[in-house]
């Protein structure tokens, strides 16, 4: 992609139809590395996003041979090698961790870069390599080089200092062949885990989640395995809310509302016209919205992911509102460019903003930061008056498959140019 990609919205067009979501992204991203820990496997639901074709090249890379049809992925082992990792392919992607924990567990060994991603905070993996550590890897640290080495795993009793998502998976990915049972305490709740969870069980893993603990009693017989990945919740709630601001009875299809249940929360209480239904969700554009003060923590908190679409959806509401950030340093960036959309937002800290609405925005060119201020940022553009032009969408298109497609079969008028 070239960086002169611009997505070009005009807005003020009414949404209406349906709309399917695809399969998690930060699902599939673990997944397909887990994969790996076994000889054929299948995924279901991969949802087309420039992280799964990262991840697929990588996948090749190491001789995994991938055979796609539609949306249905199967990795066939067979061939794979132990080799190191360059550091153009891991920096595209956050998730390129997630084979420093299958790598130990299928080979006892990884040569690795720091993950790539997008740039919201320090974004540290200290609590990876200590749980490496625990169940007994040596790690060599050179600049930004990590060298992973365990002659042998063995179970460990693992306590998290903070509930990271990629911490829990990867730790948990290493532990699956470690011998004897590893216990990780004060793990990450998100649903994205259960389904790689889902999927190391079913090639012979032997995993169980006890509320805050994941319990990992090790083996090394994995076989084939299949899975099918769960709805993005994080895509579904950002067409939900797009649904609030411009819809029209706009049908949200293949949504997983448990998953969703603290924004579902807030966009009742804040009056929006969204019903809920088992596998879907029908939002239309609300006139008066109330303001709120909402923060971002881990699940089954309000998700930092769609903190920054939430921004948007506030500007429009009849008072003021904030929001508070206690994931990330730095997911504020899209105020900027909101503001310059005509919202009137104001950083009171590192960690919280004050939206003051109701305001009108109007299209302007603005660029996405990372992945969910851009999404914050279409969805501003999708109510503008005018034409929005946003720059820098290779971020975009890391997470949310079709977009332009989707969005032009609801209604939106939207291109990439
Ligand atoms: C995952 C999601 C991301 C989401 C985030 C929080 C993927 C691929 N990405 O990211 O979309 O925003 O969860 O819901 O699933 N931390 C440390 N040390 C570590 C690991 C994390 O200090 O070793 C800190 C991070 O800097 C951050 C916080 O913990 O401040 C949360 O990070 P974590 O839950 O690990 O997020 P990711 O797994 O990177």
């Known amino acids: 992609m070239t960086e002169l990609t611009e997505l070009v919205i005009e807005g003020g067009n009414t949404l209406t139809g349906e709309i399917e979501i695809g399969g ?21 639901k991969v949802p087309n996003i420039s992280d799964v074709t990262n991840l697929k090249l990588i996948l090749n890379y190491l001789g995994v041979k991938v055979t796609e049809e539609n949306d249905n992925f199967l990795l066939d082992m067979s061939n794979i090698e132990n080799k190191p990792f360059e550091e153009a392919q891991v920096s595209k992607l956050r998730a390129s961790y997630y084979f420093m924990g299958a790598f130990l567990a299928r080979f006892g060994k990884c040569e690795i870069y720091h993950p790539g991603g997008c740039v919201i905070g320090e974004r540290p993996i200290d609590i990876h390599l ?5 169940l007994g890897a040596d790690i060599i640290e050179e600049d930004n080089k990590y060298t992973i080495i365990a002659d042998k795993l063995e179970g460990a ?17 290493a532990a699956t062949t470690a011998e004897g049972i590893t216990v990780i305490n004060n793990v990450a709740m998100e649903p994205e885990i259960d389904n790689v969870i889902e999927l190391l069980n079913s090639m012979g893993a032997k995993i169980k989640r006890e509320d805050h603990s994941i319990i990992i009693e090790g083996t090394k017989e994995l076989h084939e395995g299949r899975v099918r990945v769960i709805p993005d919740r994080i895509e579904a709630g950002t067409y939900i809310i797009a649904g609030v601001l411009a819809g029209e009875k706009l049908k949200i299809n293949n949504v997983n509302a448990n998953h969703l249940t603290a924004l579902m929360d807030i966009l009742k209480e804040i009056g ?3 019903e809920i239904h088992d596998n879907y969700v029908i939002a239309s554009k609300t006139e008066k919205l109330l303001p709120i003060s909402v923060v971002a923590e881990p699940y089954p908190g309000f998700p930092t992911d769609l903190q920054q679409p939430l921004t ?25 460019y909101l503001n310059q959309m005509g919202a009137d937002i104001k950083q009171i800290n590192d960690k919280q903003i004050m939206i003051q609405g109701p305001t009108n925005l109007t299209g302007s060119k603005v660029v996405s930061t ?12 999708l109510i503008g008056n005018g034409i929005t032009r946003i720059s820098s969408i290779e971020h975009i298109i890391r997470g949310y498959e079709h977009l332009t497609d989707k969005l032009t079969k609801i209604n939106a008028n939207i291109k990439i140019v």
Request: aromatic share 6%; with cysteine; glycine share 8%.
């Open 130 to 134: 200590n749980g490496f550590r625990k």
């Open 272 to 274: 929006a016209d969204i």
């Open 24 to 44: 998690a992204k930060n699902s599939v991203v673990a997944l397909m590395p887990a994969a790996i820990l076994g000889n054929k496997v299948l995924i279901e």
């Open 312 to 336: 948007t959806l506030l500007t429009t509401a009849s008072g003021t509102s904030y929001i508070t950030e206690t994931i990330y340093e730095n997911r504020f960036k899209n105020v900027e």
């Open 370 to 381: 990372d992945l969910r201020a851009g999404a914050c940022l279409v969805i501003a553009g």
């Open 157 to 173: 009793n693992i306590t998290l200092k903070f509930p990271s998502v990629g911490g829990t998976i990867n730790i948990m990915i």
